[in-house]
């Protein structure tokens, strides 16, 4: 496992309400991708926070909910627990408008992760009606009857089904039994994953098995996505794929990490945990 002992993981925080986007901790992609020169995916890490605050000119408290869009190809991702208490340090602080909020959110994170992001901030009583709650046309693999007695990734699992008459198929097979754990603090994170793909049939049942067996496994949540995106396209070999994990929130921020052959930007849908 990588070592993540260098972050503000699992150790004493001390919380500041003044903006200071110091507290912002990149953390280098290679980090964990190791020495792969050309990535076989495009895609993004869709984060949701939901608790942006500053004061107006008066004193007033203002709300609203943020969407990050930060390319997979950045130099760095945001540890989580730095981007929150980033996020707090917008309390006790005055700024003249929104859209100067917005112009400093998105400089600050851009900076840290050496790459262009991108942010929507949605007013509270809008938010739902563009992102309402969804699930998309595809299957659930949950209800089936399968044996489990494996809690680490085992691409073993993986494999297409030879005795489906369809020589290929387009579909969208999604499970809500995703869990990984925080590589330096152990805390479980949940997700829904979405698996939209076309090839030869991919067997369900040890698909199933093989997003379960993720159950103890500490990674952050864009290389889990990472690992079963390169899973699938090593064991099953489909023609087209996309992977998409929408993790439940922690300290009022969601991660949504998206990985495709051909699709650079995720869709819609909002599991209803989150």
Request: with cysteine; net charge negative; proline share 6%.
């Amino acid at each position: 496992m990588v070592d993540h002992s260098d972050t503000g993981l699992g150790k004493e925080t001390v919380y500041n309400d003044q903006y200071d986007p110091s507290l912002l901790f990149p953390i280098p992609r290679a980090k964990a991708r190791g020495s792969v020169s050309a990535l076989a995916f495009v895609g993004v890490d869709l984060w949701t926070a939901f608790e942006i605050s500053w004061l107006n000119h008066d004193g007033l408290p203002q709300l609203a909910i943020g969407e990050f869009i930060f390319p997979c190809t950045s130099e760095s991702i945001v540890e989580s627990k730095s981007f929150k208490l980033y996020l707090n340090s917008f309390i006790q602080t005055t700024f003249d408008s929104r859209q100067l909020v917005k112009e400093t959110l998105i400089a600050d994170l851009s900076a840290a992760v050496c790459a262009p992001v991108e942010l929507v901030l949605y007013e509270i009583a809008e938010y739902n009606g563009f992102n309402p709650v969804s699930e998309p046309n595809g299957v659930c693999l949950d209800q089936q009857v399968v044996a489990i007695d494996q809690y680490q990734p085992d691409p073993s699992q993986l494999s297409v089904d030879k005795h489906v008459s369809e020589a290929e198929v387009s579909e969208i097979l999604y499970s809500h039994l995703l869990k990984t754990n925080c590589p330096v603090t152990d805390q479980p994170d949940w997700a829904s994953v979405y698996i939209e793909y076309r090839g030869a049939p991919i067997n369900r049942a040890g698909l199933l098995k093989y997003i379960v067996s993720f159950r103890q496994h500490q990674d952050f949540h864009e290389q889990c996505v990472e690992k079963i995106f390169s899973d699938i396209v090593e064991r099953c070999k489909p023609k087209e794929l996309s992977v998409y994990a929408r993790y439940m929130r922690r300290g009022g921020l969601d991660i949504n990490p998206y990985r495709s052959t051909h699709q650079s930007r995720p869709p819609s849908y909002r599991q209803v945990r989150q």
